[in-house]
């Protein structure tokens, strides 16, 4: 089964980050909540403590499959700012290996220059982050290894995407039909 880390910094939009947590586990799927910060709990943007899985440094990258970004502020920048984080971002993408971010958070890849001719989706307003990208005004967009979303409503159909990416689309409609997701 696919190992999945969900990275989260002081400042992370909670829908965002906690719904693809429950998706993912919801359909079986291995995803530990990390911290990028020193402390396994971790404060989103509107107050609501969190419990990391495990520290950032605690993570075997190698046996992961998928990187998570989720946005909110300044959850983003933090994440951002965090290097060894980064260093990942960069090698999962160059090795052709799943990364995945939501609402102002695909602004990080942009940045980091790894969008050039993808199709990606952002924050409405932030597109000019989306450096070299084919920005789409999609809900979700995917694009080979790379899977972008545009904010807290879209935090189901970015989580379903990911099932899909492991388990296959008959798994993801079936679970947005448990949950009484409209497909």
Do not use: W
Request: glycine content about 12%.
């Amino acid at each position: 089964m696919a190992n999945i880390a969900l990275f989260l910094a002081d400042g992370f939009e909670e829908i965002e980050a906690l719904t693809v947590v429950d998706l993912c586990r919801r359909a079986g799927l291995n995803i530990d909540m990390v911290a990028v910060n020193r402390k396994d709990t971790v404060t989103g943007s509107h107050g609501i403590e969190v419990k990391a899985d495990k520290l950032i440094s605690e993570v075997e990258f190698d046996k992961v499959d998928m990187l998570v970004l989720p946005g909110g502020m300044p959850g983003t920048t933090n994440l951002e700012s965090t290097e060894p984080l980064m260093e990942q971002v960069r090698a999962f993408n160059a090795a052709g290996k799943y990364i995945s971010a939501i609402c102002a958070a695909p602004g990080v890849f942009g940045r980091a220059g790894i969008l050039q001719g993808k199709k990606a989706c952002v924050f409405p307003g932030l597109e000019g982050e989306l450096k070299g990208a084919d920005v789409q005004m999609s809900e979700t967009t995917v694009d080979g290894h790379i899977l972008t979303s545009r904010g807290m409503g879209t935090a189901i159909p970015f989580g379903l995407a990911i099932v899909e990416r492991f388990c296959g689309k008959e798994a993801a409609t079936e679970l947005g039909n448990k949950i009484v997701y409209r497909q």
